[in-house]
């Protein structure tokens, strides 16, 4: 397979992970630290990123890190070291020089437009930036989907902290009631999905435990958010868990698009009681 081919087919399974909603498709994004709870001195963490159909295994291609962001305890940007985007999975080092909670993210916006020109539909993806430039404005039957994703973990060293738990204000986002380093099997844990910074209500929520592929089911928990955008959740069993939700409206950032898909999904750890 050429470098061009290679380069359009992870483009299109991108996109497919972009626009559909990431628990009912195969392909699944995902970061998975080496460590979430850590003490010690001088503690790393190396983190995965890739995007895959069996959950926390590397088989199908790398996620890539443009959007990546550490925010330190501090609520500051943290250094990324030895980043490298290989066959597989991307992968990164964190130096953890402060005491408390961590925020890694990978946040993405793009845009997917279909149109037809002289009765041929064509499709396009890119940025903001380039749709006036590749889309002409003339197109028939256009319609044009802003998505917004953001993939998240959290890790802490020492004494949990919230700094870098708030939020952005702009697309889905997680904002927990209970410490997403503080997690114990058979122990409700509750969070809040917010969108734009508002409460994200009747939201479906999915939660998939890892190891995916030596079982004959998921396993999954599937349940939603209340109006104010809260919901909860009892691990079965300890482990690293995938929590996805996504949320589409017509609460578009640009001008042209006619609908819009947010999509949040973070890695987490459950600890034995």
């Given at each position: 397979m050429n470098f061009a081919l290679k380069k359009l087919t992870l483009t299109a399974a991108l996109a497919s992970a972009l626009l559909a909603p990431l628990a009912g498709q195969a392909h699944r994004m995902w970061l998975l630290p080496s460590a979430t709870v850590l003490?010690?001195?001088?503690?790393?963490?190396?983190?995965?990123?890739?995007?895959s159909n069996d959950l926390f295994y590397f088989e199908h291609f790398p996620l890539r890190l443009d959007g990546l962001v550490v925010t330190g305890p501090?609520?500051?940007?943290?250094?990324?070291?030895?980043?490298?985007?290989?066959?597989?999975r991307s992968v990164f080092d964190v130096h953890l020089t402060q005491e408390g909670t961590y925020r890694i993210a990978v946040a993405g916006h793009a845009l997917f437009a279909s149109y037809k020109v002289n009765g041929e539909t064509k499709r396009w993806r890119g940025t903001a930036e380039s749709f006036a430039k590749d889309v002409p404005a003339n197109s028939d039957e256009l319609k044009v989907t802003e998505s917004e994703t953001r993939v998240e973990s959290f890790v802490t060293r020492g004494k949990p902290t919230t700094v870098a738990l708030h939020n952005t204000g702009h697309g889905l986002e997680l904002a927990p009631d209970t410490h997403p380093d503080d997690l114990l099997a058979q122990t409700p844990a509750r969070f809040r999905l917010l969108l734009d910074g508002r409460p994200a209500a009747n939201v479906k929520v999915s939660v998939v435990p890892g190891g995916i592929r030596y079982r004959d089911q998921l396993g999954g928990i599937e349940t939603a958010t209340d109006a104010d955008g809260r919901f909860t959740v009892k691990w079965p069993a300890p482990g690293m868990y995938w929590l996805e939700a996504s949320t589409q409206d017509a609460q578009t950032n640009v001008k042209g698009?006619?609908?819009?898909r947010a999509t949040y999904a973070a890695t987490l750890e459950v600890m034995p009681q």
């Amino acid at each position: 397979m050429n470098f061009a081919l290679k380069k359009l087919t992870l483009t299109a399974a991108l996109a497919s992970a972009l626009l559909a909603p990431l628990a009912g498709q195969a392909h699944r994004m995902w970061l998975l630290p080496s460590a979430t709870v850590l003490s010690g001195n001088d503690p790393w963490i190396t983190v995965d990123a890739a995007v895959s159909n069996d959950l926390f295994y590397f088989e199908h291609f790398p996620l890539r890190l443009d959007g990546l962001v550490v925010t330190g305890p501090d609520g500051n940007a943290v250094k990324v070291e030895n980043a490298s985007t290989l066959r597989y999975r991307s992968v990164f080092d964190v130096h953890l020089t402060q005491e408390g909670t961590y925020r890694i993210a990978v946040a993405g916006h793009a845009l997917f437009a279909s149109y037809k020109v002289n009765g041929e539909t064509k499709r396009w993806r890119g940025t903001a930036e380039s749709f006036a430039k590749d889309v002409p404005a003339n197109s028939d039957e256009l319609k044009v989907t802003e998505s917004e994703t953001r993939v998240e973990s959290f890790v802490t060293r020492g004494k949990p902290t919230t700094v870098a738990l708030h939020n952005t204000g702009h697309g889905l986002e997680l904002a927990p009631d209970t410490h997403p380093d503080d997690l114990l099997a058979q122990t409700p844990a509750r969070f809040r999905l917010l969108l734009d910074g508002r409460p994200a209500a009747n939201v479906k929520v999915s939660v998939v435990p890892g190891g995916i592929r030596y079982r004959d089911q998921l396993g999954g928990i599937e349940t939603a958010t209340d109006a104010d955008g809260r919901f909860t959740v009892k691990w079965p069993a300890p482990g690293m868990y995938w929590l996805e939700a996504s949320t589409q409206d017509a609460q578009t950032n640009v001008k042209g698009a006619t609908s819009r898909r947010a999509t949040y999904a973070a890695t987490l750890e459950v600890m034995p009681q």
